[in-house]
């Protein structure tokens, strides 16, 4: 037993170790991006070359801190990579966006917002998307993931909802989806429902079966007919949205259902 008890020790030296090392690690990579956003900013470096940066530093915190078990970081990278996803050109507020994010980071692996801090609240904070023009459009807070591959798929549903002035997130792997619905707890899932690995039709339903998304309005998206038969493993609750002509009708109809029109 005092063996046992002994090697636990050391994994958790080794864990408290490595995420320490991380931390310090991702300060400077945070101070890097705060330096190259500001040249951005006046012209000193391509914007397209920034956004190439911010997002590989993004995805490169996102895994590293899903690695070491650091959710709240994970979290708020992953929106920092999504952020300018399927935009050409950034608005004038992106620089401030892309500070904004670099601050909320930089706060959390400095240990100004504890790392136990709820990510739903956190991530509702930051900035939308770039490509949602706000306008004469209200931001709502309501929180809609999408679960698509990246593409003009995705970007158009993105836009229809965004239309609607709801927040949007998107996220091209089911297993990652799962841990984002339990951790930021969206008010809407929209699933594609074909996916690599794993299906969204099985994510569909493993979300209605688990006590703690079982509660999450989730709709699913497909260009499947309406009698096919992997539809019908469905929950009887769970709106479907068809590709085509009737996309904007099923999309209505289904925020109509879920309540949130």
């Given at each position: ?33 705060e ?11 391509k ?123 998107t996220?091209?792997n ?12 969206p ?12 299906s ?62």
């Amino acid at each position: 037993m005092t063996e046992i008890l002994t090697r636990e020790a050391v994994v958790d030296d080794i864990v408290t170790e490595l995420r320490r090392t991380f931390l310090d690690e991702a300060g400077e990579v945070l101070r890097g991006l705060e330096l190259l956003v500001e040249d951005a900013r006046h012209g000193r470096v391509k914007t397209d070359q920034m956004v190439h940066e911010v997002r590989r530093a993004a995805m490169r915190l996102r895994g590293e801190a899903a690695n070491l078990g650091l959710g709240l970081i994970g979290a708020v990278a992953a929106r920092l990579e999504d952020y300018p996803a399927g935009v050409r050109h950034l608005p004038p507020r992106a620089f401030e966006d892309l500070e904004h994010f670099i601050e909320t980071l930089l706060d959390i692996v400095e240990g100004r917002l504890p790392l136990e801090t709820e990510a739903a609240r956190l991530v509702r904070r930051l900035p939308p998307k770039a490509g949602f023009s706000v306008g004469d459009i209200e931001v709502r807070d309501v929180e809609v993931l999408l679960v698509m591959p990246y593409g003009a798929a995705a970007h158009f549903v993105e836009r229809e909802l965004q239309q609607c002035g709801y927040r949007t997130h998107t996220i091209a792997n089911t297993f990652d989806a799962l841990a984002v619905v339990v951790r930021t707890k969206p008010d809407l899932v929209i699933v594609g429902a074909v996916m690599p690995e794993l299906s969204g039709i099985d994510l569909v339903i493993g979300l209605h079966s688990m006590p703690a998304t079982r509660n999450t309005p989730t709709a699913l998206i497909t260009s499947l007919p309406p009698d096919d038969d992997y539809l019908k493993l469905l929950p009887k609750d769970v709106p479907v949205i068809h590709k085509g002509p009737q996309f904007g009708d099923d999309l209505a109809e289904a925020l109509d259902r879920l309540f949130l029109i």
